[in-house]
């Protein structure tokens, strides 16, 4: 089976990677050619639309920004239900809005064609290592289908129900790092206050009751004042508003991830903030103590 990827960042590009390692036939499109380059270079001919990808592919994949991004690859000019055909599977691994999913997934059933909604979990580390945790939203039969393709991208691939559902999973995972990440920072904010020294600190946290994925995997990251992205923070920010959307929605109290909005909204006032990676947060905590 041809498999096509469209989106091909810090997050898309490995991913198709591994589905090309996988043994799969793969197809790419992106809009900035420079992303292309690696493709080239392995014989992975590059799409001049998503349109066209739909076409000679039995399963496409996206991986973009946001919710306007996602209906433009899907619905604009040049989309991927322009070029569909009967029995054509999607698969969005965006973090967007569950609406939007729901309504690409009307507009694709008229077509014949079956659309998943499947974000995706565990940053860039899990990306290339192929270890990401997959939330599945759509059909069973057509997440059947598709599931040796996305097992070539994730270790945990788990169906959830309708569609949008795979959405919702995700930014419930956003809202429970959200206050992960809150609270490591108030932690490390207390050990800096009293002069602990900061390596061991995590060390004995991550050993305790305390002990989660982002305390293991960032917290050496943020002793080490290191805000290099494997997640962008206007990433987080985006995921952030769509939770307190969906709160609004469903008159929702969701305080936490408010707070946590209102925090990297101040990251970004920071120079490069957006473009720091989300344990970049630390600063804020950092600044509103006195200790920048």
Known sequence: MKVGFVGLGLMGG???LNIHMAGFELM????????LVPFAELGIRAASCPAELARECGVVITCVSDSPDVEQVYLGKGGILEGAMQGLITVDCSTILPQVERKIYDKAAELGVSHLDAPVSGGVKGAKAATLAIMVGGDEIAFLKAKPILDA????????GSSGSGQVIKLANQTVLAGNMLGLCEGLIIAMKHGVDLDKAVEILSNGTASNWTLVNQGKQMVDCDWSAGFYSKLFKKDLSIVQTLARQTNSSLPCSALALSLYNALSNIEGGDDMGHQAVLKVFRMLSGLE
Not at 28 to 35: I, K, Q
Not at 153 to 160: C, E
């Open 14 to 16: 490995p991913m198709a």
């Open 28 to 35: 790419v499109y992106n809009r900035s050619a420079e992303r």
């Open 153 to 160: 991208m994730g270790k945990n691939v788990t169906y959830v």
